[in-house]
C-alpha cells in the first residue's frame, strides 16, 4: 500500500496551488512579489521570447484568468490585497493602506467611466440630430457635469 500525505497532491486549477503557496511562503505587507514568482506556479512559466499572436492571446487569455481568480481568492479568503507594481510584479498591501487603496482604485474607475461617458456625448453628430434629440443631449451633458462635479468632491484625487 502506498502511504501518501496531503503534501504529495498537487490542486488543480494551477491557481489554487498557487494560493496554497503563497499562503505558505507568508509574504509580508509591503512585499513586491514578480510575476516570475505567480508565472511559474500557474502552469505558465516566462513568456517565450517568439511565438505567434495566437500563441501570445491564448497565453495571455490563460495568464488573466488564472491571475484574476487567484486574486479575488486571496482578496475574499486570506483578505491580502495585491496591487500591481507595472513591469515588476505584485505589492502585497499593508492592512492599513488596503481600505485607501481601494477608494483610489474606485476613483480612478470612476474618473474613466466619467471621461468616457462625456466624450461619447460631446462627440456627436449633432447636425443628423433632431431639435428634440440636441436638447436631450444637451440635459445628458448637463447631468454628467453636475454628477462629475459631485464625484470630484467627494473622492480622492487618482
Known amino acids: ?36 514568482w505567480f508565472n511559474g506556479r500557474m502552469g505558465l512559466g516566462d513568456m517565450p521570447a517568439v511565438m505567434t499572436m495566437e500563441q501570445h492571446q491564448e497565453y495571455q487569455l490563460r495568464r488573466v ?15 491580502i490585497k495585491l496591487d500591481s507594481v507595472i513591469g515588476i510584479g505584485y505589492l502585497v498591501v499593508p492592512p492599513q493602506d488596503q481600505a485607501a487603496r481601494a477608494m483610489l ?3 480612478k474607475d470612476v474618473k474613466r467611466a466619467f471621461r468616457k461617458a462625456n466624450d461619447a456625448a460631446t462627440y456627436v453628430r449633432t447636425e443628423e440630430l433632431t431639435d428634440a434629440q440636441r436638447r436631450e443631449r444637451t440635459d445628458t451633458l448637463a447631468k454628467l457635469q453636475m454628477l462629475g462635479g459631485m464625484h470630484h468632491s467627494v473622492l480622492p484625487k487618482a
Open 105 to 107: 482604485d474606485m476613483a
Open 65 to 79: 484568468q488564472n491571475f484574476h481568480a487567484f486574486r479575488t481568492t486571496l482578496l475574499e479568503t486570506h483578505r
Open 1 to 36: 500500500m502506498i502511504d501518501l500525505d496531503e503534501e504529495d497532491f498537487l490542486l488543480f486549477p494551477e491557481w489554487k496551488q498557487a494560493v496554497k503557496e503563497f499562503i505558505e511562503a507568508n509574504f509580508q505587507p509591503g512585499t513586491v512579489v514578480p510575476h516570475s
